[in-house]
């Protein structure tokens, strides 16, 4: 392959940061654009030094300028867990809507392709499962979640109507839940929640009865997904996630179980809006992409567990 030039939006963030590792392992120059929102310094600190590698602190719902010649823009700007919904409530609208048409219109200047993070938010609190791509999803608009999931489904419409009306090469991914190492402990998020309460001996705190079902995919996974969407012509959205389904209690289980905690499973109030199934239809991505997950919940969880352990976050 060619060596690219890259822009990644939210490039310090926990998906966005392995992108940027990907991308400079293969030789690739990568410009890394995040206001550390929710991103971190520490994710791509390492490549700091390096000369294919730029970090530029910057909020995407402004006008956005790239110095040179781009040929791939990645659009992953954005705060992601539902702990963020209400705090950012409007960040999250603006850099959907915002930062996606920024985003948009520099592709268009710079002939570059263009990759939108999408959300299997998209689908709600779905009614059809799994979740196919062609499904159209049911989201309350005005709840805590809408503002993520209608952002997030602004930018698809966003970017399908670039890429109709100015025929930039655009793609969707719909990125189901995805975890692994660099999550951040607070996210706020199931993963990073039970794991940092299982390793501190202190309860897990199951919302609702734990019934609820999640699939769940690791990062390494869900990068090669990325990768390989990127080179393929499909303009429509892509599911991309885990196909084995959990419940909320079966993963608090495993993942006491997994940190060999003492830790105790208790029950809270469940969220606004919040789905009571998810699961992805990958039929397409096995169709087009030859792509699905390859590690095992049990095998992720491990990794992401000592992860934790190790960088001393929990
Ligand atoms: N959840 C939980 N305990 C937590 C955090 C989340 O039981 O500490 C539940 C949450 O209510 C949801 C599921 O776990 O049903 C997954 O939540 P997460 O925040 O990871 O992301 P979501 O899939 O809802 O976007």
Redesign the pocket.
Known sequence: MLSMRLLITGGAGFIGSHLCDLFLHQGHEVICMDNLLTGRKANVSKHFGNPRFTFVCYDVTHYIHVDGPLDYILHFASPA???DFERLAIRILKVGALGTHKALGLARAKGARFLLASTS?VYGDPLSHPQREDYRGNVNPIGVRGVYDEAKRFAEAMTMAYHRAHGVDTRIVRIF?TYGERMRADD????P??ITQALAGRPL????D?R?T?SICYIGDMIQGIARLMEAPINTPVNLGNPHELS?LELARTIVALSRSSSRIVFGE??QD??KV?LPDITKARQLLQWEPVVGAETGLQRTIDWFRRTGIA
């Open positions: 867990s539902p702990a938010e839940n706020g998020r199931a993963i929640n039970f705190i199951v919302y609702g734990g609820q999640r909320m469940l969220p919040d789905p998810r």
